[in-house]
């Protein structure tokens, strides 16, 4: 009897919990759910079959599923592209396909689901599905695991370029480390990426010199605007120097940015330039220009890029950049959800986000929104064309991809800051998920209950 007069108000304690959690902040998708998933494993020798299934979220529009694999993928089963005409809101529609891959590679089939609307209004939304039968002949590079030369740990990988230069040092007991840091990006445009993979400078991040063999960290910096570090180190022994930036910005008083694996590691990532063996402490070294690759620390760093452009938008419209620390927690294989968590102030991605400018960015104005307005979004799920939103989820939607855009017309980021861009990620070119112009609407945008309107308004 007294357990149950407990357990009552304790039940309902725990219900209240439960509702009470504020629903996250999360990025806007097509009205057009869709999954792709392989339903075996693949084998050599045998195809593989999978699925698609599409799910309108408004009805009567003219759904149209669409694969476009490579060239040494053959498609066994299923038409290339497939119509369902008036198809009904809330209803899934599936078809199954099955395809060969050569052994050892791992392929990709694109596939694109478009939703036509009798007003002519489109919606598309594409994935890549990976396919490898048996083990994979060339297998993508692994960060190590390192000390960061205190207790904590960072995600190395090895950068490419570099080749140190050494010069008599001008200064007794201390030498110079100089050299530049960059990232691989990746361009992109309303089709996904265009296939411009520029080397851009890794700003402000921060620049260690350690000693190679015991990874005693003998002095600290940071990158300036061009990615460029001169960092003076106080030492007396012959050993062998290494220099690695770090996704972090403790050196650049000011900027509170973090890029991390994930919320219970936390461990942040590092790219690795050249080593030097046997240095002698009277020699300044040019450890040269050291490149993140895509696959290898590109993506940590480019995400580092992307908060930093917001942080410097908001010293533009702030004096001052945020005094609050924004972390992005971002991994290749996350599949956690992309949101921002007001919590700990952190970005979440997926794995698949890295290169996803706009969606970063979008994440980084709900933290603005947070704490330098009034935001009451209930958050959850949304929809661009949904014209019939809450008002305080359209405003805060809609203030989030204005954020990001701003920020990018402001500091003259390309290459069209009215585009919101939503990649799968995948290498190459393409690889949409979605995309779509706030300023000239490819969705159908009326009026304040819509994110979209909401963002070409401010
Ligand atoms: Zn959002």
Not at 113 to 138: F, I, S
Request: a negative charge.
């Amino acid at each position: 009897m007294h357990l149950r007069r407990w357990l009552a108000p304790a039940l309902t304690l725990a219900l209240v919990a439960v509702f009470a959690l504020p629903a996250r902040a999360t990025p806007p998708s097509p009205p057009l759910d869709f999954t792709l998933r392989p339903l075996e494993d693949t084998r050599v020798g045998r195809p593989t079959r999978f699925e698609v299934v599409a799910t309108p979220r408004l009805s009567g529009g003219r759904l149209t599923i669409e694969l476009t694999p490579p060239p040494d993928v053959v498609l066994d089963g299923g038409a290339r592209r497939r119509v369902v005409d008036r198809a009904p809101a809330f209803v899934a529609t599936r078809f199954e396909y099955a395809a060969h891959v050569p052994p050892g590679l791992t392929r990709r089939v694109y596939v694109r689901a478009t939703l036509e609307m009798p007003d002519g209004t489109r919606y598309t939304r594409g994935e890549n599905l990976a396919l490898l039968a048996g083990a994979e002949r060339t297998p993508a590079p692994r960060a190590q695991l390192t000390s960061d030369g205190t207790s904590g740990r960072l995600l190395a990988f090895d950068g490419e370029g570099g080749a140190p230069v050494l010069a008599p040092a001008s200064a007794q007991g201390s030498w110079i480390a100089t050299g530049q840091f960059l990232y691989k990006d990746r361009e992109q445009d309303a089709t996904g990426f265009t296939g411009v993979e520029p080397d851009r400078p890794a700003r402000r991040v921060d620049v260690q010199v350690f000693d190679a063999t015991t990874l005693t960290v003998l002095a600290t910096g940071a990158t300036d605007a061009s990615g460029n570090y001169s960092i003076p180190v106080t030492d007396a022994l012959t050993r062998n120097v290494r220099v690695r930036m770090v996704a972090l910005s403790s050196a650049t008083p000011g900027l509170l940015v973090d890029v991390r694996n994930n919320a219970s590691a936390r461990i942040a990532y590092a790219v690795n330039g050249p080593q030097v063996n046997g240095h002698v402490p009277t020699a300044d070294v040019n450890f040269g220009a050291v490149t993140a690759a895509a696959g290898a620390g590109g993506e940590a760093f480019n995400v580092f890029d992307v908060l930093l452009n917001g942080c410097d938008f908001f010293f533009l419209l702030e004096g001052a950049r945020p005094n609050l620390r924004v972390t992005a927690y971002w991994e290749p294989l996350s599949v956690d959800g992309t949101y921002f968590l007001s919590s700990d102030n952190s970005v979440r991605l997926r794995g698949t986000e890295g290169y996803d400018d706009t969606v970063i960015g979008h994440e980084q104005g709900h933290f603005v929104a947070n704490h330098w307005s009034k935001d009451q979004s209930p958050g959850g799920t949304h929809y661009i064309g949904d014209n019939h939103q809450d008002l305080r989820l359209s405003w805060s939607e809609g203030f989030a991809t204005w954020y990001a855009a701003s920020a990018r017309r402001a500091l003259g980021v390309g290459p069209r800051p009215d585009l919101y861009i939503d990649t799968d990620g995948s290498p190459g070119v393409g690889n949409l998920s979605f995309s779509y112009s706030f300023e000239t609407p490819n969705v159908a945008a009326n009026g304040g209950a819509c994110e979209v309107a909401v963002t070409a308004c401010l």
